[in-house]
């Protein structure tokens, strides 16, 4: 049964700091993972889509890499901003349904 | 170009009774998923909706049930309800061969009291 893991659960830290969030996953067999940021009460935006064949993917400030055979995806964040203040969570795809972790809760002080 | 829509946004029950939760795909999306979050938790699979059967379905029980139409919307009916079922239920859609982008609506927050 797939599981997944994110750690830390929550984060705090002043505007500017460059971030690691950390997603780990027990069943290699997958399609894609993906990471989402979640506002509070809100629906889930996805921010970047990784293939099982692919090593990395960057959008913007945002850089998320997989290494599929330990079972782990890394989602950087360099120069933090208080609009990053969100839930961001990893799901992996291995039936085409979503598997998630339970998510890091990033606040992002000025 | 509407994206997923969900209905309502907002809902109180009480124990037992049974609940009607709507969906409207992005246009031009032809799978609808389901999933439930608790508060503090990551969302969970509870059934997918492909030509209008359901096609995949996730750890939870037969009080939880759902439908297709042939517009692709989607609704998920909960009966008896009981606490544990207080959650935001999220709808996410997609096109079949390509499930790899689902699109999320912004969900249903479901108290149950």
């Known amino acids: 049964k797939q599981e997944v893991t994110q750690i830390p659960a929550a984060l705090s830290v002043p505007e500017g700091e460059n971030l690691v969030l950390n997603c780990s996953f027990t069943d290699s067999a997958i399609y894609n993972l993906q990471w989402f940021r979640q506002d509070p009460g809100k629906g889930l935006t996805s921010l970047l889509l990784i293939q099982s064949s692919q090593r990395e993917q960057t959008s913007g400030r945002l850089n998320a890499s997989l290494d599929k055979s330990s079972g782990r995806s890394t989602l950087y964040i360099a120069a933090s901003q208080p609009g990053d203040s969100a839930t961001y969570l990893c799901?992996?795809?291995?039936?085409?349904?979503?598997?998630f972790g339970t998510g890091t809760r990033l606040q992002v002080f000025p | 170009d509407a994206g997923v829509t969900q209905s309502p946004t907002h809902l109180i029950k009480t124990r037992g009774q049974q609940v009607t939760l709507r969906c409207s795909p992005k246009?031009?999306?032809?799978?609808v998923s389901w999933y439930q979050q608790a508060l503090g938790q990551g969302p969970q699979f509870i059934f997918q909706y492909y030509e209008e059967e359901e096609r995949q379905r996730g750890n939870f029980p037969d009080r939880f049930s759902g439908h297709q139409f042939p517009n692709y919307s989607s609704e998920l009916n909960v009966n008896a309800l009981w606490l544990g079922d207080s959650a935001l239920y999220l709808c996410?859609?997609?096109?079949?061969?390509?499930?790899?982008?689902?699109?999320f609506g912004p969900g249903t927050r479901l108290t149950v009291l």
């Open positions: 996410a859609s997609s096109l079949a061969g390509n499930t790899d982008t689902q699109y």
């Open positions: 799901a992996v795809d291995n039936t085409d349904k979503l598997i």
């Open positions: 246009s031009g999306h032809d799978t």
